[in-house]
């Protein structure tokens, strides 16, 4: 009993801190509208009818979780196969459509193989677990802006860890230059970060990778979908894909469904898909979800026009801001990080925005960003509109004076 109302107390107190202190968690309720994208109808607390919004921080970044063809594809499969994989990969859990699935996406990244997961957080820990307890004396060196899934596996594998700082290659190859020469290196990276909208020089790094003999760990999950000709990436559109030992990607934000995944040489992806618990010990996804996604690469594959409006769509954004002097973080990419500073301050912002203007906006808070860099997230979709762009900004030059004084 003690036990018990010990661990309760400890956790009514820390809950409480967190309320205190602007960073408790609570989830709106928010209904995609599939045929109306990207509208939602946000079921308010309390009751009442639901309200129409626009969601600004989707990221479903092409809208296609949305698009006809995805949705069919799943429906069939669906009648097909049934709603579950029934098992794990190695119990009755591998059909056609996850096998069909892997080859489309080792092919995507110009790859001799790849594997899927649950998720791209699964993926990342689990791929790095495995990959960083392959030898003894592992050395990672991680860029200080890595995802916490990322910084999970490593941590987990026990391996050597260094930090570089952000983007900062002069670091990384201080770090390096100062790792014994013999022992085994892995540099781990995102392509585009997501709180703050910047793009890695993967070319850079992989030199000095090759300088040091280090193998290359990317995480594309911000860019799948959205850069390269075919939309494979950061590294695609870079031509960079032959320099990278292991690309690591999502099926949840690009493509617009759920997973992840990992592509690289075939003896690498083999030994994780054989020693990987993240893998060997959880069910795989639905038949329908593979043969969804499938659709959806088929189809970013060759609509070159839908990420030429996704550019043009952030462009217009980011123009629209400076225009009515609204602050916002230096961006490359499609991610738009407005500095609203303060957990309290963040989170205040971003219910006024809701609450009196109907648009959903996500507080980006301590421990996703450092305490004191707090920041509103926004991200234009091809089918955000000048319209809804304006709104924007009126809604933002409303509330964001009014809300550092409440």
């Known amino acids: 009993m003690r036990t018990r109302q010990t661990l309760r ?56 979780g949305c698009h006809p063809a995805v949705r069919q594809a799943a429906a069939g499969a669906i009648a097909a196969y049934g709603a579950g994989a029934g098992g794990t990969r190695n119990i009755s859990g591998t059909s056609p459509e996850h096998t069909g699935l892997e080859a489309e996406l080792a092919a995507w990244h110009s790859k001799p193989s790849a594997l899927l997961f649950g998720s791209g957080y699964i993926a990342n820990q689990a791929a790095l677990l495995a990959l960083l307890t392959a030898l003894p004396g592992m050395i990672v060196f991680s860029d200080a802006m890595n995802h916490a899934s990322m910084i999970d596996g490593m941590r987990r594998s026990g391996a050597g860890r260094r930090i570089w700082r952000h983007n900062d290659l002069a670091h990384l190859e201080e770090l390096l230059q100062e790792a014994d020469p013999a022992a085994p290196k892995v ?12 793009v890695a020089p993967l070319h850079a790094v992989c030199d000095l990778a090759e300088r040091y003999d280090a193998i290359t760990y990317l995480d594309e999950v911000h860019a799948v979908g959205l850069y390269g000709a075919t939309g494979a ?26 997973g992840g995944y990992i592509a690289g040489e075939a003896d690498l992806v083999d030994y994780v898909r054989s020693t990987a618990g993240g893998l060997i010990f959880t069910t795989s996804m639905p038949p329908a979800t593979a043969a969804a996604i499938r659709a959806s690469i088929r189809h970013i594959q060759q609509d070159s026009a839908l990420r030429e409006r996704l550019a043009e769509r952030a462009a217009a954004l980011k123009a629209a801001l400076d225009r009515a002097g609204l602050p916002r973080l230096p961006s490359e990419s499609h991610i738009v990080p407005i500095p609203v500073p303060g957990a309290g301050h963040c989170r205040r912002v971003a219910r006024q925005l809701l609450e009196r203007h109907g648009l959903y906006v996500t507080p980006i808070n301590y421990p996703t960003v450092p305490r004191g860099t707090e920041r509103l997230r926004l991200c234009a979709t091809p089918f955000h509109t000048d319209a809804m762009i304006e709104t924007l900004m009126a809604a933002l030059r409303d509330v964001l004076p009014v809300a550092r004084a409440a």
């Open 9 to 64: 107390a400890h956790c009514a107190q820390h809950l409480d801190t967190m309320r205190a202190e602007g960073r408790y968690r609570d989830f709106a309720r928010l209904e995609k509208i599939a045929d109306r994208f990207p509208l939602y109808r946000w079921h308010q607390p309390g009751g009442g009818a639901p309200r129409e919004i626009t969601v600004w921080s989707a990221n479903d970044y092409l809208g296609m």
């Open 187 to 198: 540099i781990a990276l995102e392509s585009v970060y997501s709180m703050e909208g910047d």
């Open 233 to 258: 990436g950061i590294a695609e559109r870079d031509q960079a894909s032959g320099r990278i030992d292991i690309i690591q990607g999502t099926l949840a934000k690009g493509v617009g469904v759920v």
